[in-house]
């Protein structure tokens, strides 16, 4: 399954933009503002396909009978770049436990790079809804490496993909590799460059963020 914000219009698509702007994203407040935002989006889409309990509620005047969740999923994310789009759907899923991993691209001296994955943070996630979101999903390779991780280890229920931006490459390579993820996206855009960054993209997200790294 794959839903692409990009083919329904909705303001979603305003934050998408001004992410992608070179101008406006140079307001690292705003760049993670709108990430958030895109994760609150999202959170709110996945959110229908979740489960629900019905329950009665105690207004000051009576009885009302809700659909309430019935249980939270967990939040996954990929450091650096991967924290406010975790925050927006935290801010929605507000009760989640959330999980954490290291994983970055380790450039070799011959430009080619590795995924180099250095600390898992995570609750148990046996039976549990799982989201793992990561803003740019290039080649693939370090949101593949990092679910594996996750499944090794658990008996995950479900697992969700959220990207902002999305490649046709790195989309085919998450459909290879977990068949059975459904991914939500931003954008697929067609191309990358010689180094894998998507193009049109938006550059370096995690710089974007917090800062060029050195
Ligand atoms: O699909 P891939 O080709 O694996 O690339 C995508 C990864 O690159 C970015 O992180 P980066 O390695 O730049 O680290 P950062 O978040 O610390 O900036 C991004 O947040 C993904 O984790
Ligand atoms: O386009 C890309 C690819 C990887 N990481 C980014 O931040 N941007
Ligand atoms: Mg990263």
Redesign the pocket.
Known sequence: MIFDLSKTQSIANTFIAELRDENIQKDSMRFRKNMERVGEFFAYEISKSLKYTSTEVTTPLGISKCEVLTDQPVLATILR?GLPLQQGLLNIFDKAECCFISAY?KVKKSGDFIIQMDYVSTPDLDSRVLIMAD??L??GQSMVMCCKELINRYKIAELHIVAA?A?SEGVAHVRANLPKAKLWLGAIDEE??SK????P????????AYGEKV
Do not use: E, H, K
């Open positions: 770049a691209r803003p740019m290039a080649t931006i490649s990358m460059t894998s960054y998507i193009v993209g938006l550059g370096d997200a995690g710089d974007l």
